[in-house]
Every structure is written in structure tokens, then in C-alpha cells.
């Protein structure tokens, strides 16, 4: 089998140089990649650019090389496209089906899994126009990449920016391992809460975990790719965020249960794979706790915290919501996870026994999914996002 087949499109928005590195990812790991600038784009960066990081002739229209027909053979041959930056006028013409250049003919006849990652102003993105052109795109079966919110052309800020790179690499690489048509939970929203809490004891001091966050990470990246819109709730992770999904940062357990609580309202699923502390100090002390001579230290009086897991299990934001737990456990694991599934009366509890290589940190994981039905399902060790899309195939199985 040969290289997969990628077509880079790139249409003319200021985030045109980005796709430099998308295309340098793509190349590197082993794709055959043809860049299909709009002559927009061109004014961005030059096709000497594209055809010498591609290796490949580059042009913007029908007319070259009539001979191999390029309007129908570039997507005809493509096992993805993507198209990054993907300006408001290229969706506007890929949801109509205009075919006024090569990367609009491209996108016609493209059988393949297609990805858009638009950028553009605020204003352009929310216009009702560019909204229902997203809408169609997706209800087509292309998937959409959200902008991420940041820093925009010129002083702007707000919703609108091109996702970095590495992550839009991450939706392809996704999207071609799965296909588009596994886009089963599109039209849902998912929330997934990922990291470690830290409890606050003064100023510079606090209880924490050990969790990095890199399985709430992948679940939400997986997510995405299979078409879900993803709201990540993010305790403390330092991570960057993934493409296409909206990231809430929190720091405690109450502002996470606020923060879930609010997401949760009109969500198909959430999946609290955060490190939540069951225990957060009964004072907080405004200054830092000082050494005192000749004195032990006190003691540190420690409080409840709220059990976000049990709460929305019980009480379920939406009939047939489907809630997943993460438990780690040192021992006894199947029946401490057994125990607890049924204490926090959620539909399924992740359980990974934590060890050395392990769980926290790791970009590995082995764990059992235990289902409220009863059942098991044994995930081998491996990376974080295969137990991602274990869990989302059982997910998506009881939403149906
Ligand atoms: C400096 C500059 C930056 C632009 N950035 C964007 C952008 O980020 N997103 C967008 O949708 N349009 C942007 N535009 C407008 C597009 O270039 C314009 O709509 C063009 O017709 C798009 O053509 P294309 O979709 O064929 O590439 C920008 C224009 C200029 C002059």
C-alpha cells in the first residue's frame, strides 16, 4: 500500500503560513501531500513555498496541465482533504458547490473524509451565513474544525483563530485512521472534564494530584474527530488545547462542579476523567503559613468536597444522558471499581490500577470499563487514545 493521499488546501486568510508546518507534520509522517492554495492564499505566502516543502507542483487553477485533468483527479485520488485556513468564502463555496478554481473543483470530487479548520474574524464566523454554511458542511458529513479563541489579525481578539498546527495534524490523523463516515457523534455535545484539582491552603500552597490530564485530553480529541462538540473542562493540565473543542480552565473541585454543572445542562454525555480531591482544607489562610519556632506545625483540618460524579449521576441534566466515571485504584481493583460504580450510580467507571508506568503521566493506559449492566470490557495497554475510543464506542452505543 502506498503513502495516504492528502490534499492541503489552503485558502487566503492570515493564518496561511500555519499550514507550513500542518504540511511539514503531514509530510514527516509519511504522507503524500498536494497543496491546493486559492490564489487568495497566495498573497499570503508564495507556491515556492508550497511545491518546495511538498515536493510537488502547486497551482490555483483548472487550466494547468489540462492534460491530467486535475479538477477531478486530485480528489478523485485523495484519501483526506483538509482545508487550513479554511476562509469564510471557501466554506461559502464548498456549501454551495461552486467550482470556480481547482480547490473548489477538488472539493466536488472528493470521496474522502473532508476536514475544514476555519479562521477568520469573530464577526465573520458568528454571521448567520458562515453558520449555516458550517452546518451544512457538517450535516454533509465534512468535519468542521471550532476556531480556537485567541488572538486574531491586527489587535484583535475573540473566537475565530486557526487551531496550532500540531492539533489540526492530530484531527487528520484521526479522521484518516477512522474515516468521516465514523463521525457517530456528530450532533452531540459531550463534556469531558480532565486533570487534577488543587485545593488552595494559602497563597503558595496546595493539595493536589498527580493527574496530567492527557487521558481527558484524548478523550476530548477523540471526540472531536468522531464529529461530537466538546466542551473540555480543564483542571490545571498546562496542555495545549485540541483543536475544535471549547476549553474551560478551573482550578478547585467547586469551580469544577460549577463549571460541569453548567456544561452538563443540554449534554448527551460527560465523562469526568478529572482527578477530582475528595478533600479540600477547612481554612484558607490568607497569608502564607509561617514556620514558628521552637512550635510543631498545626494540624491541617480538612473538609468534604462535593461528589460531582454521584451528584450528576443522580441527577441527570437530560433523559438518557449517559455519565462515565474514572476511578484509579492501587488494589483489589475490579471490586473497589465494582463498588464504586454502583455507590455513584453512573453507566460506566473507567478503572486503571495506578503503577509505574501507569496512568498519571503516562502516555499510556490499561484499564476495564465496567458497564451498570454488568458488563466488562478489558482495554490492553496502550496509548490514551485507544481507551479514548473505547469509550466512546460504548458511549455512543447507549446513546443510540
Ligand atoms: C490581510 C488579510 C487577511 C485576511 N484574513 C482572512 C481570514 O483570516 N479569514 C477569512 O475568511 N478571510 C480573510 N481575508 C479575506 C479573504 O482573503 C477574502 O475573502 C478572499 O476572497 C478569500 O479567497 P479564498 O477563499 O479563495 O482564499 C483576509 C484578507 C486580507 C487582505
Redesign the pocket.
Known amino acids: 500500500m502506498g503513502k495516504p493521499k492528502i490534499v492541503l488546501g489552503v485558502?487566503?486568510?492570515?493564518?496561511a503560513y500555519k499550514a507550513c508546518e500542518l504540511l511539514r507534520r503531514l509530510t514527516e509522517s509519511g504522507h503524500d501531500v498536494r497543496v491546493v492554495p486559492?490564489?487568495?492564499?497566495l498573497?499570503?505566502i508564495g507556491a515556492a513555498t508550497w511545491s518546495a516543502l511538498s515536493g510537488k507542483p502547486v497551482s490555483t487553477e483548472v487550466w494547468d496541465d489540462v492534460h491530467e485533468v486535475p479538477h477531478v483527479r486530485i480528489g478523485q485520488n485523495a484519501d483526506l482533504v483538509v482545508v487550513a485556513?479554511a476562509?469564510?468564502?471557501?466554506l461559502a463555496?464548498a456549501a454551495h458547490g461552486l467550482a470556480d478554481?481547482l480547490?473548489t473543483n477538488t472539493l466536488l470530487t472528493a470521496r474522502c473524509p473532508v476536514v475544514f479548520a476555519?479562521?477568520?474574524?469573530t464577526e465573520?464566523w458568528e454571521h448567520p451565513a458562515t453558520q449555516e454554511n458550517v452546518a451544512t458542511l457538517r450535516r454533509r458529513g465534512a468535519v468542521v474544525i471550532e476556531p480556537a479563541v485567541g488572538r486574531l489579525?491586527g489587535v484583535d481578539t475573540g473566537k475565530?483563530r486557526l487551531p496550532e498546527p500540531a492539533e489540526i495534524f492530530e484531527v487528520c490523523r484521526r479522521v484518516l485512521a477512522r474515516g468521516a463516515s465514523e463521525a457517530d457523534l456528530a450532533g452531540r455535545h459531550v463534556v469531558v472534564s480532565a486533570g487534577g484539582t488543587r485545593e488552595p491552603l494559602d497563597p503558595v500552597r496546595f493539595l493536589g494530584n498527580r493527574s496530567s490530564g492527557k487521558q481527558g485530553y484524548a478523550l476530548a480529541r477523540t471526540a472531536a474527530a468522531r464529529g461530537a462538540r466538546v466542551t473540555l473542562i480543564a483542571a490545571n493540565t498546562g496542555l495545549p488545547d485540541p483543536a475544535g473543542v471549547d476549553v474551560i480552565q478551573v482550578g478547585t473541585a467547586v469551580q469544577l462542579r460549577e463549571a460541569v454543572l453548567k456544561a452538563a445542562a443540554d449534554a448527551d454525555a460527560v465523562v469526568m476523567a478529572a482527578a477530582v480531591a475528595d478533600f479540600r482544607p477547612a481554612r484558607y489562610a490568607q497569608g502564607k503559613i509561617k514556620k514558628k519556632d521552637g512550635q510543631e506545625p498545626e494540624a491541617i483540618a480538612l473538609v468534604r468536597n462535593p461528589d460531582i460524579l454521584a451528584e450528576i449521576s443522580a441527577d441527570r441534566a437530560r433523559p438518557g444522558q449517559v455519565v462515565v466515571g474514572f476511578a484509579a485504584e492501587t488494589d483489589d481493583v475490579l471490586a473497589n471499581g465494582r463498588a464504586k460504580l454502583e455507590r455513584k450510580g453512573c453507566d460506566l467507571l473507567v478503572v486503571n490500577e495506578v503503577g509505574e508506568r501507569k496512568t498519571f503521566g503516562s502516555e499510556e493506559n490499561e484499564a476495564v470499563v465496567l458497564g451498570a449492566d454488568g458488563s466488562e470490557t478489558p482495554v490492553p495497554y496502550g496509548p490514551k487514545e485507544a481507551l479514548a475510543g473505547t469509550v466512546w464506542d460504548l458511549v455512543v452505543r447507549r446513546l443510540a
Open positions: 485558502s487566503g486568510g492570515i493564518a486559492t490564489a487568495s492564499a498573497h499570503f485556513p476562509t469564510a468564502d471557501i463555496k478554481d480547490l476555519p479562521a477568520m474574524h465573520m489579525t475565530g
